[in-house]
């Protein structure tokens, strides 16, 4: 064999030899280091508790009714752990006037009115209610859903979940055709309906007494205004709070 041949490795062989020392000797000095790292990160990030999932009771309500619901509901959503409610209105379509003949109550100013459509994209839920119309959803909840145009086209609403409640004039007057119809607004959205089934138990099959509320959601009979929600309407909501609470928390961590 030629000179410089045979089986005696060459020290050039290995141009990079001084850097792979150096390499290996960090690796084995970040091995040394790394359970009580390891120690550290686990320490601080148990200091800091998880924040909580945002569920968004977003509604219209003209006479007070969808609102006492919405209230209700609010408390059976923090009741769940981890997941907290948030209240808001829709803007209102009337003027003052035309509310004015309507005998329409003032709004209640401590619940917002939500600033824009795209802060929906900050929550993790949602639960719309909203009064009925000839059987679908009133033309102030419509016009909001109406001005969703970029979230649709972006798509920031997709997959998240969103329940409905109402409320009807009569018994006949929609209870679950307004939840119904309503379901194209989450379609398009790619959001996920979530409808409460026969899940408050032995108050769905309650016939002494009169009750809104249908497996899409929750409701209220109002009459001509003047009607108050029952106690069974009220914690039908709350449940449908709760319920949907443990579905946004479910959903969030797999």
Known sequence: MGKGG???????????????AAAAEDEHELLESTPTEIAADE???????????????????????????????????????????????????LTEDVLAKMQAPPKDDS????GSPADLAAADGFLFGFPTRYGSMAAQMKAFFDSTAQLWKEQKLAGK??????S?????????????????????????????????????????????GTPYGAGVFA???????????LALAE????????????????
């Open 43 to 93: 320490s601080s990030a148990a200091a800091i508790p998880p924040r909580n999932l945002r569920l968004f009771i977003v509604y219209y309500s003209m006479y007070g009714h969808v609102e006492g619901l919405a209230r209700r509901m609010k408390q059976g959503v923090d009741s769940f752990a981890g997941v907290e409610a948030e209240l808001y209105r829709v803007p209102e379509t």
């Open 168 to 212: 009807t004039g009569t018994q006949g007057g929609g209870q679950e055709t307004t939840a119904w119809t309503a379901i194209t607004q989450l379609a398009h959205h790619g959001m996920l309906f979530v409808p409460i089934g026969y899940t408050f138990g032995a108050g769905m099959f309650r016939m002494d007494s009169i009750r809104g």
């Open 239 to 254: 449940h449908q709070g709760n319920y949907m609470a443990g579905i946004v928390k479910r959903l969030a961590n797999p």
């Open 161 to 166: 979940p969103a329940g409905f409640f109402v």
């Open 223 to 233: 009459g001509d205004g003047t009607r108050e929600p029952s106690e069974t309407e």
């Open 111 to 114: 619940i917002p009115e939500i």
């Open 6 to 20: 045979g089986c005696v490795p060459s020290k050039k062989k290995f141009p990079n030899q001084s850097t792979a």
